[in-house]
């Protein structure tokens, strides 16, 4: 393992138990316990242990509940200094509108100490090519007035927003941190750059346009972004169809076009690396992948290093850990 003794807070993971597909907190120890120095994480709404009765809009509260008690678990210190689900980002169905309030308040009573904020599936795009493993959403829901007056329920609760977004979807992205510029917005895996179908026939223009969108989202001081997630098949990444797993160094390289531009543009202080297992666990293991990572900002500073893998993540998703989040004025005084 590269830079073993520094601290990880993996800012976007996931803990589920489909037919086929079981990945709880035993699977996720086991990933974290392979020479990382991972210390905590963020645990990412996936639509897992729903309630099976009462309200629809109350359902998902099972979800941190669940996760609430896995927590717990980890924080007993019987598995080593990880504390997992440090954070938790559930789901409320923010087009409910003012009518989400109480089900944001049922996920604070949930988890008081740790539920964080939300994440709705709003990443879309019309392009058969594109398929998420989630399904297929409608678009433009960033923008309709349901869902805005149900987002601007969330600062008043201290609850942040995590935002999944395509890259041709960031200008809605944009505006809707224009128009809540005292809720802290999450974007989460780069931007949602698209690597299939005409995206990818066209990469250089889309790149291209990518980037610009995050000129602009970078100037609003409400937003940050996650570095990863770039292992999923809309990234247009084939490493899962080889007959040996990709190394750290190749990974790096697949990476290198999108990490770094997010890095310049948003400086170390509002960028986080995440795993998103086990997401990405189909193209690279946990500690490749965290390898990967630090091969890219070998050439960064200590404090920007610790900014990047653990700090920022603590400090926006309001968590006191074994790390501790470098303030602006120590990133400032390393330029």
């Not at 980037?211 to 972004?225: H, P, Q, W």
Request: charged fraction near 20%.
């Amino acid at each position: 393992m590269l830079e073993p003794d520094l601290p990880i807070l993996d800012a976007h993971h996931h803990l589920w138990d489909r037919p086929g597909q079981r990945y709880l907190f035993d699977e996720f120890l086991a990933d974290t316990n392979t020479g990382h120095r991972v210390v905590g994480s963020i645990f990412i709404q996936c639509r897992s242990m729903y309630r099976a009765d009462g309200p629809d809009a109350m359902k998902p509260v099972g979800e941190t509940e669940f996760v609430n008690g896995i927590a717990a678990r980890s924080a007993s210190g019987m598995y080593g200094e990880l504390r997992a689900c440090a954070g938790i980002v559930g789901f409320a169905d923010l087009t409910l509108g003012a009518a989400v309030k109480p089900v944001l308040e049922a996920h604070l009573r949930a988890a008081p100490d740790r539920f964080k904020g939300v994440r709705n599936m709003t990443a879309s795009d019309p392009s058969p090519a594109i398929s998420a493993g989630f399904g297929k959403v409608r678009g433009g829901m960033l923008m309709e007035k349901s869902f805005r007056e149900g987002f601007s329920e969330l600062a008043p609760l201290g609850l942040s927003a995590d935002v999944w977004a395509y890259h041709p979807q960031l200008p809605e992205v944009i505006d809707l941190a224009r128009s809540f510029p005292e809720t802290s917005i999450i974007v989460n895996h780069c931007g949602g750059p698209l690597n299939q179908g005409h995206f990818r026939e066209n990469r250089t223009q889309e790149l291209g346009r990518w980037r610009e969108s995050l000129e602009t989202l970078s100037e609003m001081k409400n937003v940050t972004i996650k570095l990863g997630g770039m292992c999923m098949q809309i990234g247009g990444l084939d490493f899962h169809q080889r007959e040996t797993p990709p190394s750290s160094e190749e990974l790096a390289e697949a990476f290198r076009p999108l990490v770094l531009p997010c890095i310049k543009l948003f400086g170390a202080e509002r960028c986080m690396f995440e795993s998103n297992f086990a997401m990405d666990k189909g193209m690279a293991s946990y500690a490749i992948l965290w390898n990967a990572f630090k091969r890219l900002v070998a050439d960064h500073s200590p404090v920007e290093k610790s900014a990047l893998f653990a700090g920022t993540a603590a400090r926006v998703y309001r968590l006191q850990l074994n790390c501790i989040a470098p303030t602006h004025e120590q990133l400032d005084a390393t330029v």
